[in-house]
Structure formats: C-alpha cells, structure tokens
C-alpha cells in the first residue's frame, strides 16, 4: 500500500489556535513527512484563574477519488495547572468521502489532576472507505484550575498524518 499524504499533488492545510499565550512548534510539513520524530503543534497558557484552550487541525485533500484501506496517525497532549484543575483533550479523524467529511475515528480523555499524564496516540485504523479525497486529523485540549499556582498549559502536537491506497496498474503500463 502507498501513503498517499505526502504525494506533491495534495494540498495541505494545517492550523493551529488557542484562547491564551501562543508558543508555536513547526510549520506544517511534519505531519507528513513520514518521521514519526518530527511535529507540528502548540502550546496555550493562561495566567491566572481561569482556562486555555488549544485546537490543531492537520488537513490533507487531493481531487482524484482513492479507496482508503488504511490510515495511521500519531499525536501527543499534555496539560498542566493549578488548584481545583480540570481537564479534557480529543482526537477526531475525518475522511472526506464522496465530498463529505465523515468522522471515522474518535478518542477523548478528561481528568482533575493538577499535572496529568501526557497521552501520546499512535493509532492504526483498518477498513475500506470510497471515493475519498481527504483526510482531516482535529485535536483539542483544554486546561482549568483556580487557586494555587494560577496557571493552566495544554500542548497539542501532531507527529504523524497518513493514509494508504493500493496501487493498480493499468494495460497502458501507466501506474497510479
């Protein structure tokens, strides 16, 4: 099977966002530069009571429909705050199948721990989906406390977008 993700005819689209102090890591490409020690991502803080909240989201889209049999992704979060703390982070992965956007893939985690501890995700997923022409990785953190040291941080990285087509060869000898 091939990782169609890195291929030059498809059009990346990374973003990144928090309500607080903005620190950035990387620029794009190293969701998709097949090293699974490279990534993309941020980090909010919030000083103060209160919270932050931080969102990446790692898009890739091409325009000739492929059968996906495959996709992997690795990520990372961790938090760390204050008193009374509470927290929460997810991971969606979407596949835009027959031009919708279909959720194919979820994970979420929430605690009251003032320093949790970091969850790095690297997850395979198997299957057979259509006509597909994207895939979408979304991840979200949030971090809340009040009291004690008054400041709240989530890291969101994105080490890792792929997904995987069979090839197929035609009778004029032009492999796709």
Partial sequence: MVN???????THTPSRSTDGAETD???GPETYDEDF???YGLEGHHSGDGSVTVNLTDEHTWTDPRTIYRFRIKSY???????YPSWNWSIKVYLRESGTWTE????TGSGAAADPAPITTDQTVDGEWADVTGIKVVLYGY??????????YTW??????????????SYSGVVT
């Fill in 4 to 10: 169609i993700v890195p291929k030059s005819w498809v």
């Fill in 25 to 27: 890591y990387g620029s």
């Fill in 37 to 39: 020690g490279t990534y």
């Fill in 77 to 83: 979060w961790d938090a760390s705050m204050g008193n």
């Fill in 104 to 107: 194919e893939y979820s994970l």
């Fill in 143 to 152: 971090a809340y406390s009040y009291e004690g040291d008054r400041n709240q």
């Fill in 156 to 169: 969101l990285y994105m080490y890792e977008t792929e997904a995987f087509y069979k090839k197929s060869k």
